[in-house]
């Protein structure tokens, strides 16, 4: 069954330091790995893309690592600030087949950053 | 820049009344989709629409239906509201079609509640 399973479910962090987050996947065949921030209230936007080839993707203070032998993905966030506070969701697209386009989501990481 | 515009904002519905969610994006984007987010669940696919004159359904179309008359327009319609069907609803639409797995530009979302 294809599924992306992601942890922890809750972060609480204090601001100015690091965290990372874990997305893993049984989705295949893989296409795509996207990593999406949604403020509370909001509608999900895109942080980052990995397909089958990259190791290590950075947007700012976002660093984005995927491996795609153990079905693993990390999201990194370094210094955070109040404004990180939000859901991550992980979603990664179907290669192939039945699965061609077809995205599975997350059920997403809520993170707090406390001042 | 606009990108996708979602109406009503949040809506208190009685069971069994008739609701349409409406949807516009200025973005000219192929697909477009409908998705329900509920606590613990993640999003979850309702319909999409690879392009004006075509729809197809998602994971949970069930109870929902909806029309792509135009590249801009995706409304979708619960003929007749159910309990379960209080969620918050997210219009999307991406550059490619379905099959593309593509990067999802979200609206700021739709909170329905049927009483």
């Known amino acids: 069954k294809n599924q992306v399973e992601q942890s922890p479910q809750s972060l609480i962090i204090l601001e100015g330091k690091n965290c990372t987050l874990q997305c893993n996947y049984t989705v295949s065949p893989f296409s795509n790995l996207r990593w999406y921030k949604q403020d509370t209230g909001r509608g999900p936007v895109s942080l980052t893309i990995?397909?089958?080839?990259?190791n290590t993707k950075s947007n700012g203070r976002y660093t984005a690592t995927l491996d795609a032998d153990t079905k693993q993905s990390s999201l990194h966030i370094t210094a955070s600030q109040l404004s990180d506070s939000a859901s991550y969701i992980c979603v990664v697209a179907g290669g192939r087949g039945s699965t061609l386009g077809r995205l599975y989501f997350g059920r997403g990481t809520q993170l707090t950053v406390w001042p | 820049i606009a990108g996708i515009t979602q109406a009503p904002t949040s809506q208190i519905l009685a069971a069994g009344r008739r609701m349409t969610l409406r949807c516009t994006q200025d973005m000219r984007h192929n697909a477009m989709y409908w998705y329900r987010q509920d606590l613990g669940l993640g999003l979850r696919l309702i319909h999409y629409s690879n392009t004006a004159g075509t729809t197809g359904k998602g994971e949970v179309p069930d109870g929902y239906s909806v029309s792509r008359a135009n590249t801009d327009d995706f409304p979708l319609t619960l003929a007749s509201a159910v309990p379960s069907q209080t969620s918050v609803y997210f219009c999307a639409s991406s550059p490619g079609t379905y099959s593309v797995g593509g990067e999802l530009f979200f609206g700021e979302g739709s909170r329905l509640t049927v009483l």
């Open positions: 990995m397909t089958f080839s990259e």
